[in-house]
């Protein structure tokens, strides 16, 4: 029954969104986290959404996957700050390559795409316990 | 006509109906899903031919190309089962990333489909009621 096509299909949209946001969150939570300019740090991560039919039998049924999270190749943002224990020979530290209006953007969305779901899975069980009281006609 | 069989082609009207809207229901849930992936387009099913497929009208059977007239005048699967009523929505402002679903128009869209999947019930529900009536011994 396709009703239940739609619950699975915004369920699979609020798993995808809330993904999203929690990258968004690790992102800007590591905002600051400092780390010598010649080693390994944070680095923004990205998710990357594709869609995905929810059942075998209904290919049109399209609902959303993160597929994998791809960590932003861009250098990391360099600081002068010679006093910093973190600091190299030419006194730079370097900060993880977080744009917080990026995040801030990715985060409105997000949220948005997520209300819009909810949305639709509200209209689905109401048009569900409809369907269900045709029986009590 | 007696009266079962009227009610039988009324309520089948109904429940035809009522599968491609909830059917529709889906595909505009899917668009609004993937309203941020990238490469997705936004589709949408083409109510009124699909509705002639399913109750067995012309419409729905796609014929088959004939260079010849010695080829089999073979017709597709009805256009309700599969992709057939399937289209892409005409995009109006493409995103950078292919997607071209337009987030407001999908939940149009949407609204305007749970009414007419409510009005089909409440049809479905007065032919009952209907029925009902009819049945009951006079008092």
């Known amino acids: 029954m396709s009703i239940t096509h739609v619950f ?3 369920g699979t949209a609020l798993t995808a969104q809330s993904m999203r946001l929690n990258a968004v969150a690790s992102n800007l939570a590591n905002v600051d986290s400092a780390h010598a300019s010649t080693g390994e740090g944070y680095r923004a991560k990205q998710v990357v959404f594709q869609a995905i039919p929810v059942a075998p039998a209904a290919p049109w049924a399209q609902g959303v996957r993160v597929t994998r999270v791809i960590e932003d190749p861009a250098p990391p943002r360099l600081v002068y700050d010679p006093r910093h224990p973190l600091a190299d020979a030419r006194g730079y530290v370097a900060y993880p390559n977080v744009d917080v209006v990026e995040e801030m953007v990715n985060m409105i969305s997000a949220s ?4 819009t779901n909810a949305e639709v899975m509200s209209t689905a069980k109401d048009l569900m316990q409809r369907t269900l009281a045709l029986l009590q006609a | 006509m007696s009266l079962m069989s009227r009610l039988d082609n009324d309520l089948a009207f109904v429940q035809n109906a009522l599968q491609l809207r909830a059917r529709r229901q889906a595909v505009l849930a899917a668009n609004l899903a993937n309203a941020d992936t990238p490469n997705y387009k936004a589709r949408d099913l083409d109510f009124a031919s699909a509705l ?5 009208g012309s419409g729905g059977a796609l014929p088959l190309a004939r260079t010849s007239s010695r080829h089999i005048a073979g017709a597709a699967a009805s256009a309700a089962a599969g992709w ?3 289209k892409y929505r005409a995009a109006v402002q493409p995103s950078l990333d292919g997607n071209t679903v337009d987030p407001n128009v999908e939940r149009a869209h949407f609204a305007e489909n749970a009414m007419h999947y409510q009005f089909l019930l409440e049809r479905a529900m007065s032919i009952i009621r209907g ?3 009819a049945l009951e011994p006079a008092r």
């Open chain 1, 112 to 115: 948005r795409s997520y209300q």
């Open chain 1, 8 to 10: 699975h299909i915004a």
């Open chain 2, 84 to 86: 057939g009523a399937m």
């Open chain 2, 131 to 133: 029925a009902k009536q």
């Open chain 2, 52 to 56: 002639k497929g399913a109750i067995g």
